[in-house]
């Protein structure tokens, strides 16, 4: 057993399964090997966290303390960004919709804002003119082509029509955009100073990100003539190892139901290394003297940082399928049930060297709860076996939810020190949130007439 193993295998000991392990020592790599790749570039750069992928507060507040960034896309998010000592001025508030009292809280604190509806324009507006100062703002643009490909032309013409409807920013060289972008200007408060693009998550097609980025600086380039922008920021999405992610459309199924050989998915990833200069170059070429390159990284920082081990529950041989079902589901795997794999590795023994093909599900009473519906495993794995689901720092813990069993818990490792960094969730955490003034554990008061239904204050007044 690996030392690494073992270590897994002991947590186990102390915490129910599943739960999810936190390994400092990889966050604090994937940032340090960030941080290498920036320096080597001949402009500034700036690194906001993507919030949304991981918002477990130990995370935030050990990247805050590197002098990171923040990306946050809600409100709560900025709370927790601004509790986890992110200096202000350096969170950018993204996303379609954000609140007036959002954006209020947003120009109060100095965070800035990426706008991305036309009606946050008139609201920031008369925030600023309020507070008696300019405020800076950006604007997401999307370059309107796919930045995933496939050897399955029927995937390529819906990635490329995807690219076209993409809500988030306006089309780069757009009418549209030229009208917004006009907007902002006769607002005599408001300061373009950056622009925004998120292109989509866990991309591993370098050459297709350079090209859509490529259409975003050039229209950034005619931005910066006009107005002098301090920054372009080319959001996240890097790619990471580990995760195999259906890349098929219409085709490829008719194509497997004639009984042709299906398509091997393929593991890709970016390499920022090569990605992050040749857009340093990109820049440089368009005419973006002076101006800051910045990103957005989620996924690339934290993807590889956390496991999740959970404990082989039962093994079920059918005639037409070999199970094994884990303790473990889609509420606390997310990805599981969207069709994206990742490693797993039976833990705590040694294992027979033979193996066989088994379909891994979660516990969860319904259909898509299922983590691979073939990959090879010992084929002693059974009850009581540990089983650990490696890549799952993103989007796990942010998207879990507690439909039919509870959230759980996350344990960081950091040298020596175990430490439980959030607890695992209960029914009763769960219930708190029902009718809070009929419930006693809940410090809520009773609701007003104006905001409670007529029904419950009759049955709160029963009792
Ligand atoms: C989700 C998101 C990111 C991070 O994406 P990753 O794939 O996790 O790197 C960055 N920027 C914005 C605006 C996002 O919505």
Request: glycine share 8%; hydrophobic share 40%; with cysteine.
């Amino acid at each position: 057993m690996s030392a690494d193993h073992e270590r897994l295998a002991g947590l186990a000991e102390r915490h129910a399964t599943p739960f999810h392990v936190l390994d400092c020592s990889r966050l604090d790599d994937a940032a340090n090997r960030l941080a290498d790749v920036l320096g080597t570039l001949s402009r500034e750069t700036r690194v906001y966290y993507s919030v949304k992928t991981n918002y477990l507060p130990f995370i935030l507040r050990r990247l805050a303390a590197r002098g990171m960034g923040a990306d946050v896309v809600s409100g709560y998010e900025m709370d927790a960004a601004l509790s986890a000592q992110f200096n202000p001025a350096d969170i950018v508030f993204n996303g379609p919709v954000k609140t007036e009292e959002e954006l209020a809280a947003a120009v109060r604190h100095g965070v800035r804002v990426h706008i991305d509806g036309r009606q946050e324009i008139a609201v920031l507006e008369q925030l600023a003119a309020e507070a008696g100062r300019p405020v800076e703002v950006g604007i997401r643009i999307s370059p309107g082509v796919p930045v995933s490909t496939s050897s399955d032309p029927s995937y390529r013409a819906q990635a490329a029509a995807a690219a076209l409807r993409n809500r988030f920013g306006w089309p780069a060289g757009s009418a549209e955009l030229a009208r917004i972008v006009g907007l902002i200007a006769d607002s005599p408060h408001l300061r373009l100073t950056a622009v925004h693009a998120h292109l989509s998550s866990q991309i591993v097609h370098e050459e297709l990100m350079l090209q859509a980025i490529g259409r975003v600086l050039d229209e950034a380039a005619q931005l910066h003539r006009r107005f002098g922008l301090r920054e372009v920021n080319i959001g996240g999405g890097f790619g990471v190892p580990g995760i195999r992610r259906p890349r098929t459309g219409p085709l490829t199924a008719l194509w497997a139901q004639q009984g042709g050989t299906p398509v091997q998915d393929e593991e890709p990833f970016l390499d920022i290394a090569r990605l992050l200069p040749a857009v340093d170059e990109l820049m440089e070429r368009a005419g973006l003297d002076g101006v800051t390159l910045a990103c957005e990284p989620g996924r690339w920082l934290v993807s590889d940082a956390m496991s999740l081990v959970t404990r082989v529950v039962s093994r079920k041989e059918l005639p037409e399928a070999r199970w094994l079902i884990l303790d473990g589901g889609n509420n606390v795997a997310p990805w599981a049930g969207s069709g994206e794999v990742h490693r797993m590795e039976p833990i705590g023994r040694t294992y027979s060297s033979r193996t066989s093909t088994w379909s891994v599900s979660g516990p969860l009473c319904y259909e898509n709860d299922i983590h691979a519906s073939a990959v090879d495993l010992p084929d002693d794995t059974g009850p009581g076996d540990l089983m650990c689901l490696r890549d799952t720092g993103a989007y796990s813990l942010g998207r879990s939810n507690n439909f039919i069993r509870t959230r759980a818990a996350v344990v960081a490792l950091d040298g020596d020190a175990e430490t439980l960094v959030w607890r695992a969730e209960t029914g009763t955490d769960v219930f708190l949130l029902a009718d809070p003034w009929a419930n006693p554990a809940a410090e809520s008061t009773p609701p007003t007439a104006v905001s409670a239904p007529s029904a419950v204050i009759a049955a709160g007044t029963e009792r």
